[in-house]
């Protein structure tokens, strides 16, 4: 159950005004409430919350993120941002469901001001980041922010300060530019347990009155799938991805796991997505976009945008893919069977049926073969299967298989028919 923010009111004209955050983190501790002097405000803001229904988001955020493509970079600035934003609208990724534009390490100046407050990065960010806030909002999308609880953020040349002991201070600062989501991030965190560092920045968040989604990246280091849901929407579950095939893998892997922790409102993050980077073939695209969305992840889009020749955005704009990860049911998908590199995943869905994921590890094409009731679909008599890259139909009694290229999937949604 993600947390909403106690003093948030219920008007519709401050939902602008929503804020996400994502940690990425340290050490286990006790939970905060036991461990630190504001229990008592930490619990009333959590039961705030959870009675409010939580969650700022009950399915997945969805949106962009500039780490994967520039890093540090100097193509992370004010016109990657706002481009962003303009191909959302433009090239029909808004309607498909991206809302989030979000900006990862190195978007603040290395000082504090006399004040202690973060100075946006002037050659990066020439008129600050409210301006990019009001950009990215009149477009109807919403404006992301990253920082660290710890004392410095993950990049050292030339990185940004953090938010450990800054955390009110910060979060205010986030709310008054108009962020709507925040990336929590776990360096330099001077060994202080974790649920407590993001313990803090929640209630910092929660005392700004703007709904600010959280995302916890800590990188799974602390469980966090056991504690982050009282706290944040989302939380990291691994080490960082690479644009590269094996890297992706090892991450499905770790985060197929997890599926038990998946809930509206509480998802794992594997990471965000590589798609159109460069470094994996189409074929491995579709299979990193599939499974993160079998796996209900967040889907930021991870690549520059204006760079794309049109085949990531096609892979990136599969309504039928993205409404498998967006499900109204939340859940996660189960491993139904992996034999030697034929995967079968399931996810039920709230309409009854299930998507079905066939994935192909392996180095050749392999029949990959199973049933409906294996996979969980309700049993009947005969089945609709749609092809959710084909987008096309057949009938089954029961059995499912399929040819499925090396590397490749086939994503499938088996619905029983009366
Ligand atoms: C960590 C995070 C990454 C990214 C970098 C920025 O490695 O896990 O996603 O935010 O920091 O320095």
Same mark, same amino acid.
């Given at each position: 159950?993600?947390?909403?923010?106690?003093?948030?009111?219920?008007?519709?004209?401050?939902? %602008?005004?929503?804020?996400?955050?994502?940690?990425?983190?340290?050490?286990?501790?006790?939970?905060?409430?036991?461990?630190?002097?504001?229990?008592?405000?930490?619990?009333?803001?959590?039961?705030?919350?959870? +009675?409010?229904?939580?969650?700022?988001?009950?399915?997945?955020?969805?949106?962009?993120?500039?780490?994967?493509?520039?890093?540090?970079?100097?193509?992370? @600035?004010?016109?990657?941002?706002?481009?962003?934003?303009?191909?959302? &609208?433009?090239? !029909?990724?808004?309607?498909?469901?991206?809302?989030?534009?979000?900006?990862?390490?190195?978007?603040?100046?290395?000082?504090?001001?006399?004040?202690?407050?973060? &100075?946006?990065?002037?050659?990066?960010?020439?008129?600050?980041?409210?301006?990019?806030?009001?950009?990215?909002? %009149?477009?109807?999308?919403?404006?992301?922010?990253?920082?660290?609880?710890?004392?410095?953020?993950?990049?050292?040349?030339?990185?940004?300060? !953090?938010?450990?002991?800054?955390?009110? +201070?910060?979060?205010?600062?986030?709310?008054?530019?108009?962020?709507? #989501?925040?990336? #929590?991030?776990?360096?330099?965190?001077?060994?202080?347990?974790?649920?407590?560092?993001?313990?803090?920045?929640?209630?910092?968040?929660?005392?700004?009155?703007?709904?600010?989604?959280?995302?916890?990246?800590?990188? !799974?280091?602390?469980?966090?799938?056991?504690?982050?849901?009282?706290?944040?929407?989302?939380?990291?579950?691994?080490?960082?991805?690479?644009?590269?095939?094996?890297?992706?893998?090892?991450?499905?892997?770790?985060?197929?796991?997890?599926?038990?922790?998946? %809930?509206?409102?509480?998802? @794992?993050?594997?990471?965000?997505?590589?798609?159109? @980077?460069?470094?994996?073939?189409?074929?491995?695209?579709?299979?990193?976009?599939?499974?993160?969305?079998?796996?209900?992840?967040?889907?930021?889009?991870? %690549?520059?945008?204006?760079?794309?020749?049109?085949?990531?955005?096609?892979?990136?704009?599969?309504?039928? &893919?993205?409404?498998?990860?967006?499900?109204?049911?939340?859940?996660?998908?189960?491993?139904?069977?992996?034999?030697?590199?034929?995967?079968?995943?399931?996810?039920?869905?709230?309409?009854?049926?299930?998507?079905?994921?066939?994935?192909?590890?392996?180095?050749?094409?392999?029949?990959?073969?199973?049933?409906?009731?294996?996979?969980?679909?309700?049993?009947?008599?005969?089945?609709? &299967?749609?092809?959710?890259?084909?987008?096309?139909?057949?009938?089954?009694?029961?059995?499912?298989?399929?040819?499925?290229?090396?590397?490749?999937?086939?994503?499938?949604?088996?619905?029983?028919?009366?």
């Amino acid at each position: 159950m993600r947390p909403t923010v106690s003093t948030r009111t219920t008007g519709k004209g401050l939902i %602008s005004a929503i804020g996400v955050v994502m940690m990425c983190g340290a050490g286990l501790a006790a939970p905060a409430s036991a461990a630190t002097p504001t229990a008592e405000k930490t619990e009333s803001a959590q039961a705030a919350r959870e +009675s409010s229904g939580g969650d700022l988001t009950k399915t997945p955020p969805m949106g962009f993120n500039n780490w994967n493509a520039t890093h540090c970079g100097a193509d992370f @600035n004010e016109e990657m941002v706002k481009d962003t934003a303009d191909i959302f &609208v433009e090239k !029909g990724l808004k309607d498909a469901g991206y809302e989030y534009v979000n900006l990862d390490d190195c978007w603040a100046e290395p000082e504090r001001d006399a004040d202690g407050k973060l &100075v946006p990065n002037k050659e990066r960010f020439p008129h600050g980041i409210e301006a990019v806030a009001d950009y990215v909002h %009149s477009k109807g999308l919403k404006l992301g922010i990253y920082t660290s609880a710890g004392t410095w953020t993950c990049n050292t040349e030339p990185g940004m300060p !953090g938010a450990l002991g800054h955390e009110e +201070s910060d979060a205010r600062q986030f709310a008054d530019w108009g962020v709507d #989501y925040l990336k #929590y991030d776990n360096c330099n965190n001077e060994g202080r347990p974790a649920q407590e560092r993001y313990q803090t920045m929640r209630d910092a968040l929660d005392k700004t009155g703007r709904d600010i989604v959280y995302n916890i990246c800590e990188w !799974g280091e602390n469980k966090p799938w056991e504690w982050a849901p009282k706290l944040a929407e989302t939380w990291r579950t691994t080490e960082d991805i690479s644009d590269n095939w094996d890297s992706m893998l090892g991450i499905m892997q770790e985060n197929l796991k997890l599926s038990q922790y998946a %809930s509206p409102g509480d998802f @794992n993050d594997p990471d965000m997505l590589e798609v159109g @980077n460069g470094g994996m073939t189409d074929t491995e695209y579709r299979t990193h976009f599939s499974m993160w969305s079998i796996m209900a992840a967040p889907l930021l889009i991870g %690549s520059d945008l204006r760079e794309d020749d049109g085949a990531a955005i096609d892979i990136l704009s599969n309504k039928e &893919v993205i409404a498998v990860d967006q499900d109204a049911l939340g859940k996660q998908g189960e491993v139904v069977s992996q034999e030697d590199g034929r995967w079968v995943v399931s996810k039920e869905l709230a309409d009854g049926s299930r998507a079905i994921a066939l994935f192909n590890e392996t180095d050749q094409e392999q029949t990959i073969t199973t049933t409906a009731d294996a996979a969980t679909v309700p049993h009947a008599d005969s089945y609709k &299967v749609r092809d959710l890259w084909k987008h096309s139909d057949s009938t089954s009694n029961g059995g499912l298989s399929e040819k499925v290229p090396s590397h490749g999937t086939v994503m499938l949604r088996v619905t029983p028919e009366k």
